[in-house]
């Protein structure tokens, strides 16, 4: 369970960066090089790839060196996990959610029942 912890420690602190979540939004429609993963936000091949060692450190990517082309491709199953995990809490807030419309609409059944009393009186 530790591993698991780990890995998903490492995939949350990788899309904690916004330039990182981007990139990948990049990556999900296809490879792309480190030049093109940087193009966007104007920033060096040497900051684009630190971002990149992030992201490969968290899994997410696989980075491929062809002559001297480094090609990203993304690898979706670090995310199922973070989904996997984010699911438990998203089934919780909606019980909790469905609890507090259910009690919202027995006080406004009771509201009414009450006005409906006082107008009968």
């Known amino acids: 369970m530790v591993l698991h912890s780990l890995s998903l420690d490492g995939v949350f602190h990788a899309l904690s960066d916004p330039t990182r979540r981007a990139m990948l939004r990049h990556l999900a429609s296809g490879e792309r090089n ?4 940087a193009a966007p936000f104007n920033m ?4 684009a790839s630190k971002h990149v060692r ?6 997410l990517l696989r980075r491929k060196v062809e002559g001297r082309r480094h090609v990203c491709r993304m690898e979706p199953s ?7 995990w984010l ?3 998203e089934r ?8 507090l419309e ?3 609409k027995a006080e406004d059944a009771a509201a009414a029942k009450s006005m409906t009393r006082k107008g009968h009186s």
């Open 34 to 37: 480190i030049g093109e993963l």
């Open 44 to 47: 060096s091949f040497a900051a």
């Open 54 to 59: 992030v992201l490969e450190a968290a899994g």
């Open 78 to 84: 670090p995310l199922a996990a973070a989904d996997k």
């Open 87 to 89: 699911r438990y809490y």
């Open 92 to 99: 919780f807030w909606s019980r909790q959610l469905d609890a």
């Open 102 to 104: 259910a009690l919202l």
